[in-house]
């Protein structure tokens, strides 16, 4: 006699295979003996329907383990459990496969014991494997399109869920299949996961060149398709699989892998800057909002990183292309020679430092919901993409608005319009930045910098250019016709006055220190030229020089007091020189000249 343990079955047997067996076996709760054969119960209803049913037709634990029951004494044949397979017979393909390991475990048995050749009996084993292998796989398929066809599949599922069971339990027990501790579990996750991916295969997906909004269009379909599997999964799959299988933890974590490879799949077509926007707002904000209580990362931090820095990358060229379009459109304003724009406060401006701050504004304003830091980051991009931004500008600027000044006199004026336009707007753009000096200090420093650099640059090109109007006049003054004549020191005062008028347009501070830098030179190259061209005269004409100085001196005077220069020590130098020019006596001279070098040293 022997006594062998198969799959948790305790067997009796004689030596002979033909001799009478008496067994006592386990089997489904959903298998049942009628007529000699073996039948299946009612299908089982979604949990939804079982909520208002009879508690005694509810899904019960014991449904999923094995009771008293006669496996079939003799297996059928191979072709017959594998037709039993392919036509979704499970329970009679597995009792069946239950009798047939039983048959080779006891031939086993005996060959080892009669010490014969088991060539014929490894041979059986392998064909065992692969019909457990064919039932695995059909398993598998059912599982997988159970979503598809709930009310097809439902007691389907309870077979398979149970055949699982009932395999895991017999693990590590004398005579369970080698090799397939895990396998069962593992290949039913294997086959929910393969079934949301043919869930997910189905959600419209447009090319680009069908529909521009493609990508945030398919994540709003993809987002509705997923609460809507795992809705279904809630009210029709749940009843048929027992508690431990964690049935919808598990679809939602297949949801969020096969979800994420999906968007990894995705990565590869986006190119635009919104559709990267798109993806990071599925994955960090709107995904997770669908599935409150299970927060798990839907695709591993490595990948988020890759999408964020594709992002800042993509949102890097975008700004790059803006500021390009930017100085081309102001390039059209110069061609066109288009007068700038004057605000309601009266200053000339250009729309470039607004559109820039928007741009920048709306990056920032898109992120801040999704990823503070990568919004910051995104910012502090920006501030650095702008310092060349100037130096670009400037360039253009000059090439394109160098031909105003060989033109007429409208021209000229407009050339210095644009200039005090571009001071006025860079020094804006660097105002309206500081609200990111808290979280961008040194690119917001570094901006300051170059945005200080550019206005300075700007009003020396405008003072030059003042420069070159106001020399001649200048060098013409200190004749010897200066008495006769106030021609030459009339056109100085037009310029001056000219641009007198122009700056009322120019903001602080710019503006102040372009006309005190004006009232400097003005100043400065009066005196020098009343130095270098030495000009002398005699009683009375120097009682008439000094006079004329003085009115000249006190014109000048008036004239930058209505400007608000705020250079006042500038202004007693002119009685200084007037009252060394009417003196007589090299004494009294010398008395003078002491504290007018004292207080003027650029005079010496």
């Known amino acids: 006699m022997y006594r062998i343990i198969q799959f948790g079955l305790e067997v009796t047997m004689e030596k002979s295979p033909t001799s009478n067996v008496k067994s006592v076996f386990r089997r489904f709760s959903l298998f049942r003996k009628s007529d000699g054969h073996i039948k299946k119960k009612q299908s089982i209803r979604s949990l939804k329907t079982f909520k208002s049913e009879d508690k005694d037709e509810k899904v019960t634990p014991e449904t999923f383990e094995f009771k008293t029951t006669e496996i079939p004494l003799k297996p059928c044949s191979d072709s017959q459990i594998k037709d039993y397979i392919q036509t979704d017979m499970l329970k009679e393909a597995y009792l069946n496969l239950l009798s047939l390991h039983l048959e080779l475990k006891l031939e086993q048995g005996e060959a080892l014991g009669e010490g014969k050749s088991h060539s014929d009996l490894v041979n059986k084993e392998k064909d065992l494997n692969l ?58 996750r294997d086959a929910v996961l393969n079934g949301v991916r043919d869930t997910l295969k189905k959600v419209p997906l447009d090319s680009r060149e069908q529909n521009a909004s493609w990508l945030p269009v398919h994540l709003e379909h993809l987002g509705k398709a997923v609460v809507e599997h795992l809705g279904k999964v809630k009210t029709e799959l749940l009843s048929s699989y027992p508690a431990d299988f964690n049935v919808f933890e598990t679809y939602v974590s297949c949801h969020r892998e096969a979800v994420g490879d999906h968007l990894k799949s995705l990565l590869e077509k986006v190119t635009e800057l919104k559709d990267y926007y798109a993806l990071l707002d599925f994955i960090i904000h709107s995904y997770p909002s669908d599935l409150q209580g299970h927060q798990r990362a839907l695709i591993m931090e490595e990948d988020l990183n890759k999408i964020k820095t594709s992002y800042c990358h993509c949102q890097k060229e975008d700004f790059k292309l803006k500021l390009e379009n930017f100085i081309i459109l102001e390039t059209e304003v110069w061609k066109k020679k288009k007068s700038p724009e004057i605000t309601e406060d009266g200053f000339r401006s250009s729309k470039i430092d607004k559109d820039i701050c928007q741009l920048i504004a709306s990056y920032a304003g898109n992120l801040e919901k999704i990823d503070e830091n990568l919004g910051k980051s995104v910012v502090s991009s920006c501030l650095e993409e702008l310092n060349p931004f100037y130096t670009r500008f400037e360039k253009e600027f000059s090439q394109h608005t160098v031909s105003l000044l060989t033109s007429d006199l409208l021209d000229c004026c407009l050339w210095v319009e644009y200039h005090i336009t571009y001071i006025n707007s860079f020094s804006s753009l660097k105002e309206n930045l500081q609200c990111y000096k808290e979280s961008c200090s040194a690119q917001v420093e570094k901006l300051e910098k170059e945005v200080d650099g550019l206005t300075q640059r700007l009003r020396q090109t405008l003072m030059d250019h ?42 602080a501070p710019s503006v102040q ?49 209505e400007m608000g220069s705020s250079l006042k020590w500038l202004y007693p130098l002119g009685n200084y020189l007037s009252d060394i020019i009417g003196m007589e006596t090299e004494k009294n001279i010398k008395d003078l000249l002491h504290p007018l070098v004292s207080n003027y040293p650029d005079i010496r």
């Open 466 to 507: 003042f420069k070159s109007e106001v020399k001649p006049y200048m060098d013409g003054m200190m004749t010897k016709k200066w008495l006769k004549t106030d021609e030459d020191f009339k056109e100085v005062i037009s310029i001056v006055e000219n641009y007198s008028g122009l700056c009322k347009s120019m903001r």
């Open 513 to 561: 220190i372009f006309v005190n830098d004006v009232h400097y030179y003005v100043a400065k190259e009066y005196v020098s030229q009343l130095m270098k061209k030495k000009y002398s005269c005699k009683k009375p004409k120097n009682e008439d020089a000094a006079i004329k100085l003085k009115e000249q001196w006190n014109e000048l005077r008036k004239l930058f007091v």
């Open 131 to 188: 019909l457990y292998v064919a039932l695995m796989d059909k398993m598998s398929v059912i599982v997988r399109n159970s979503s598809a066809l709930p009310s097809c599949n439902k007691e389907l599922l309870v077979y398979v869920a149970t055949i699982i069971l009932e395999e895991e339990k017999r693990q590590g027990e004398t005579g369970a299949m080698q090799g397939w501790r895990d396998a069962w579990r593992d290949a039913w």
